[in-house]
């Protein structure tokens, strides 16, 4: 008998040519299956050694840590990133304790949270920061591409997909992620009248993205796409998976304007309220969603909902170079790969704000601007190695600025 058939598992006497893996230690050995059976052994007598492997993977702030770390990257939105801090921070306290669960505690429910805000205040920007600092997946998924199942598009498990791709494949690590639905708001229910054509991109999609939202086990083909009866399965809870959905709701003001009775009828204005018409956003409740088109069951399954304000000149001034990762910073950045010290007036900055705000593009469209005025700069540069540092005036600014098209600006 050769020498490695006489190696065995100590605990199970499997052959080493009979198993993947044998582990030796100082008197024995242990193969990968026995290693797995004591991992499961030590899951049901000892739970709370698993709870502490699992938060040991997170890393989970108070939520006054939470604001501060996402204050180095988003500017303003004082009231969203508060209530962002507060339903993260309870939601992953909510996993913690349900690891140790006894079945007399009180059992807390998911809170999934809803951002409303204009395009370009920062929503995706929200819940990639967060992600991103309590070390969980994450994955953005679109709402305009989704469709009912048997139609062209993506079903609503496609994005348990994405997810579970992010987390490169590990569902225990997948079912603790984050999932940010974007555009949610055009999945809106068309109208109230019956039609004799299906909204299958609309109220269809909005059922079926209710049983994921309020969490079942879901299974998924591993590469996404459409399923098959042939095919590899992987099922994936969502129970703890959040939820964040955002939208930009255009024209949502009127509605939220027509229930607060802003505009008053007659001559005695008196005792007509006064509320803010330039940030009528902070005004918005679940009955302005409802009357925008989500329907009810959704809307109570989106349990937290902020808005996000419109950004003003003060804001946008900010964005440009105080965030961690700001516009400036990346573009000083990428010219000191090529050796070259790039300098901006401030007078071009106050510039690249009123472009942004004359569009209204949002955060979003200061990288557009930006990219029209230093294009010929990014372009020559590199090549030319003479060339030390680049000054940006006012006056190339604005030259580089007439020569591009307004047009092409507006659609970024």
């Known amino acids: 008998m050769s020498e490695t058939e006489k190696v065995k598992c100590s605990f199970c ?18 193969c990968d299956s026995c290693v797995v059976q004591a ?3 030590i899951k049901e007598e ?3 050694a698993v709870k502490d492997t699992l938060i040991g993977e997170l890393r989970l702030l108070k939520p006054y840590d939470i604001k501060k770390h996402i204050d180095e990257y988003v500017i303003g939105q004082e009231e969203a990133k508060k209530i962002l801090s507060v339903a993260v921070y309870n939601h992953y306290k909510r996993i913690s304790q349900e690891e140790i669960q006894d079945d007399n505690e009180i059992e807390i429910e998911k809170s999934n949270i809803i951002m409303v805000g204009e395009t370009g205040t920062g929503k995706t920007l929200l819940a990639k920061t967060i992600a991103k600092m309590l070390n969980v997946p994450f994955c953005i998924a ?30 225990a690590s997948a079912e603790k992620g984050i999932i940010f639905i974007d555009e949610i708001d055009k999945i809106a229910r068309k109208s109230d009248n019956a039609s004799i054509t299906r909204d299958v991109s609309g109220e269809g999609v909005q059922q079926a993205l209710l049983k ?3 969490g079942s086990v879901v299974n998924v083909s591993p590469q996404g796409g459409r399923k098959h009866p042939e095919q590899k399965l992987i099922s994936v809870d969502t129970k703890n998976v959040l939820f964040i959905c955002g939208g930009a709701f255009d024209s949502i003001e009127k509605i939220i304007q027509k229930r607060l009775k802003v505009k008053a009828i007659g001559f005695d204005t008196s005792d ?11 005004y918005v409740s679940p009955q302005d969603l409802k009357s925008f088109g989500l329907i009810p069951e959704l809307i109570g399954r989106l349990s937290v909902l902020t808005y996000l304000k ?14 961690k990762n700001s516009l400036i910073k990346q573009y000083v950045k990428l010219f000191e790969m090529d050796n070259i010290k790039l300098t901006i007036d401030k007078n ?12 209204k593009l949002g955060a979003r469209g200061l990288r557009s601007i930006c990219e029209a005025i230093l294009l010929d700069a990014m372009f020559d540069s590199p090549s030319d190695k003479k060339i030390k540092e680049i000054k940006i005036t006012l006056n190339y600014a604005k030259e580089k600025l007439q020569k591009v098209s307004v047009n092409k600006l507006k659609v970024a």
């Open 348 to 359: 071009v900055l106050e510039l690249v704000v009123e472009k942004a705000l004359e569009f």
């Open 13 to 30: 006497g499997r052959n080493k040519q009979d198993t993947d893996v044998l582990i030796a230690g100082i008197t024995g050995h242990i």
């Open 39 to 41: 991992q499961n052994i």
């Open 272 to 282: 007509t309220e006064k509320y803010d018409e330039e940030e009528i956003l902070q």
């Open 212 to 214: 994921l939202l309020e």
């Open 310 to 323: 419109p950004l003003d000149k003060y804001a946008l001034r900010r964005i440009l170079t105080e965030p």
């Open 46 to 48: 000892k739970p709370e």
């Open 142 to 171: 679109d709402a305009t591409v989704l469709t009912e199942a048997g139609y062209v598009g993506e079903d609503v498990e496609s994005i348990i997909s994405r997810l579970l791709q992010a987390a490169d494949y590990d569902v």
